[in-house]
């Protein structure tokens, strides 16, 4: 039976993983040492030129329980979430998440790169380091000299939708610098500073001037011609092979998700130079394991060998836990629930975007966003069980924001609900406390793992996600086009609580807050570990730290206890940034691409870009 791919016996790099960080480190390094040959191995399919993958508005179909571009991991299920299972999609395609995410410019805080090279001894993974190469990598098409941007990278960045600002989003900005007084409106919310927090900003995405997707597959792979770099969809890598504590090569099989009609035996590629994993927060601790690099009883129990015990690999779980409470517009106002519902639009929109690359097929409808830090004196509204995490993690780095707060003109559950005019606070906690893991539990590779979580497991981060929802209610509710809350979607408040309030237009700026008392608290608690899911931010799995504090790789990226061989992904955080993570990725592989290249004998000059 013929084979999908032709797969050489061996090659100088092998990479484990096609996503965001693996584009841009085979690519990088294919084009600087032309004479290296470069294998990378993507279990999902290739995006090359697929329309789902290039037109923004079509974000939301990877999310589709059908969909082949997505891995969705089944947690185990937990009293911190109301005893349900939480389920975490992750990216399964040539470009990983950059080909499937909802494409929204977040970058992290300062200190967030600062932590990883202070807090942790990763020498040159600062915010001196790292913000430099985030610059390198863009065009920022809304200002190339603006400080801290970039002008000539691979990956643009605009306003999308040729610029257009949702109705709902201009209320809010205008609402929001008046209501929360201290809190202005800024064109700069992403300059790595404390000036970025606490202003209400226009939302920024990876989307280009023409209207097409900004992914890493697109502009750092598929645009270039490389001879030396060969790129397979559709293979699922099963383990490094390791000899003599030396990673020789990769084991592999197609993927019979892609390739349905494909052999299933086991294949195997040397990698004469270097094997890098980068198969993403969600995978890459998988590939260690099941490769015996990891947890001595977890490996037992997976029936694996035991080739070198890091009790790091799997641990440290960490995301951005997000809810959006569902709130209506009056019938006047655009939202993107009806858009979604009307196939006329839908094809006029397809028209419009093909002729301009503008609309609302150019567009995520994510227009504004506000990076919320409590003042010195709202501290106290978020309880006892938070000031110890506040003074921990906060109090001395003020550019480190409490949450994400944005007025989304959707509901992406709205399916299920009377078609009413929906508009969504939309709101994820920056830093949660809440830790989880991520284990095999087979050595067979289409085996689910055993997934932990932890969302909600840290009392600070219940805190949080309540004083979050009191924060977007007030907002929302002072909105011109504010036509209620869509109550069955919200706490179930005791009756008689003035926390019931029905309201079927806008309150004045100077109406009064709603009263919550400890039994509504509760209620709004409750509601958290019922509604809370993922951002889809996972990270942290193959953490970067020294290896007797739980550490998989060192500043290097080299695993522990193995020679010739990295993982260069979003697992590696040591600790979370407050970012949509498509930007961590970059700066993970850029930095990763100066690395590589320096062992191979190379220079930062050889870079384009760079």
């Known amino acids: 039976m013929a084979t999908p791919h032709e797969i050489q016996p061996s090659y100088d790099l092998v990479v484990a993983g096609g996503g965001t960080a693996a584009c841009i480190v085979a690519s990088r390094i294919a084009s600087s040492f032309p004479q290296l040959s470069i294998l990378v191995l993507e279990q999902g399919p290739a995006t090359k030129g697929k329309i789902e993958h290039i037109q923004p508005g079509r974000f939301l179909s990877h999310l589709a329980p ?18 349900r299972k939480v389920v975490v999609p992750s990216a399964r395609c040539v470009g990983g998440g950059s080909a499937v995410n909802f494409m929204l410019y977040n970058r992290p805080a300062g200190s967030d790169f600062d932590d990883w090279e202070i807090e942790y001894g990763n020498a040159g993974w600062g915010k001196a380091d790292l913000a430099p190469l985030l610059q390198k990598a863009e065009t920022y098409e809304i200002d190339p000299e603006r400080r801290t941007h970039g002008a000539e990278g691979p990956l643009r960045v605009t306003f999308g939708g040729g610029g257009e600002m949702f109705e709902v989003g201009k209320q809010f900005l205008d609402v929001g610098q008046k209501y929360e007084k201290n809190r202005p409106v800024s064109d700069e919310a992403n300059a790595f500073d404390e000036k970025s927090i606490n202003v209400f900003y226009h939302m920024p995405k990876w989307i280009s001037s023409d209207g097409r997707r900004s992914d890493a597959a697109h502009h750092y792979l598929y645009n270039k011609n490389l001879e030396n770099l ?3 969809d559709g293979c699922l890598v099963k383990r490094v ?15 019979r998700r892609v390739h349905e009609a494909a052999p299933q035996d086991a294949r195997i590629v040397q990698a004469r130079k270097l094997v890098v994993i980068a198969a993403g927060a969600m995978g890459s601790p998988l590939v260690l394991e099941r490769s015996g690099i990891g947890r001595k009883d977890v490996l037992e129990r997976a ?6 015990e890091v009790t790091g690999v799997g641990e440290n779980y960490q995301d951005h836990t997000l809810v959006t409470v569902p709130y209506t517009a009056d019938s006047g106002v655009q939202t993107l629930n009806t858009f979604r519902s009307n196939p006329e639009a839908i094809k006029k929109a397809h028209v419009q975007w093909e002729r301009d690359g503008t609309g609302l097929m150019a567009t995520n409808g994510v227009d504004v966003a506000i990076k919320m830090r409590p003042h010195p004196e709202e501290i106290g509204e978020l309880g006892p069980e938070f000031i110890a995490y506040w003074n921990e993690l906060f109090a001395n780095k003020p550019d480190k924001p409490l949450l994400w707060l944005s007025l989304v003109p959707s509901y992406i559950s709205a399916s299920a609900l009377p078609p009413l ?4 606070s939309s709101i994820f906690a920056a830093y949660p406390g809440s830790r989880g893991s991520l284990h095999i539990s087979s050595a067979n590779p289409y085996v689910a793992p055993d997934f932990q979580a932890g969302f909600l497991s840290h009392p600070a981060d219940v805190a949080v996600m309540r004083w979050a929802y009191k924060k977007g209610r007030e907002l929302t509710r002072r909105l011109p086009c504010f036509a209620g809350a869509y109550m069955p979607r919200h706490p179930q408040f005791p009756a008689g609580s003035t926390a019931n309030v029905a309201e079927t237009g806008p309150v004045a700026l100077s109406e009064p807050k709603i009263v919550y008392t400890a039994e509504d608290d509760k209620a709004i608690d409750q509601y958290m570990r019922e509604s809370i899911q993922t951002a889809w931010h996972s990270l942290g799995t193959c953490a970067m730290k020294p290896l007797e504090q739980g550490g998989v790789v060192d500043s290097k990226l080299n695993v522990y206890g193995v020679k010739q061989l990295k993982v260069a992904d979003l697992s590696i955080p040591p600790s979370n940034v407050h970012a949509n993570t498509y930007s961590t990725t970059i700066a993970i592989a850029e930095k990763a691409v100066l690395i590589i290249a320096k062992e191979l004998g190379g220079s930062v000059e050889q870079f384009t870009g760079l």
């Open 241 to 255: 092979v390791v000899e003599n504590g030396i990673a020789t090569g990769v084991e592999f099989l197609f993927d």
């Open 421 to 424: 005019n929906f508009i969504g």
């Open 230 to 232: 060969q790129v397979c």
């Open 303 to 308: 029936g694996v060998p035991l080739v070198a």
């Open 66 to 83: 059908t969909s082949k571009t997505m891995q969705f991991t089944v947690s185990a299920e937990s009293m911190n979430v109301a005893g």
